[in-house]
């Protein structure tokens, strides 16, 4: 299994960002798919879950109506889009999912706001 994460980088207060999550290794649109994101000295929260079809999404409070959580099950790829940034935003961003034997994580890409 293997889930590997771009889309990060610098932006300003306000702009937005499109993370994509790339998955091998097991069959993808069978599985639930989730973003989390842990910032300097707090602990990894989650911020969006889709079902394996993308019918159902839910969000952390601190980003409803800012994010968005898709997928494409024939690319095997889960994506977030992230718009109106603030500085609580900046974190690494994780994709994760549950394959009921284990969870399994990405290597997380940064996701930084600021002026």
């Known amino acids: 299994v293997q889930l590997v994460e771009s889309g990060g980088g610098l932006v300003q207060p306000g702009g937005s960002l499109r993370l994509s999550c790339a998955a091998s290794?097991?069959?993808?649109?069978?599985?639930?798919m989730s973003w989390y994101r842990q910032a300097p000295g707090k602990e990894r929260e989650l911020v969006a879950v889709?079902?394996?079809?993308?019918?159902?999404?839910n969000y952390a409070d601190s980003v409803k109506g800012r994010f968005t959580i898709s997928r494409d099950n024939v690319k095997n790829t889960v994506y977030l889009q992230m718009n109106n940034l603030k500085a609580e935003d900046t974190a690494v961003y994780y994709c994760?999912?549950?394959?009921?034997?284990?969870?399994?994580w990405g290597q997380g890409t940064q996701v930084t706001v600021s002026s």
């Open positions: 889709i079902s394996r079809a993308g019918l159902t999404t």
């Open positions: 994760s999912t549950d394959l009921i034997t284990r969870d399994y």
């Open positions: 290794g097991f069959t993808f649109g069978q599985y639930y």
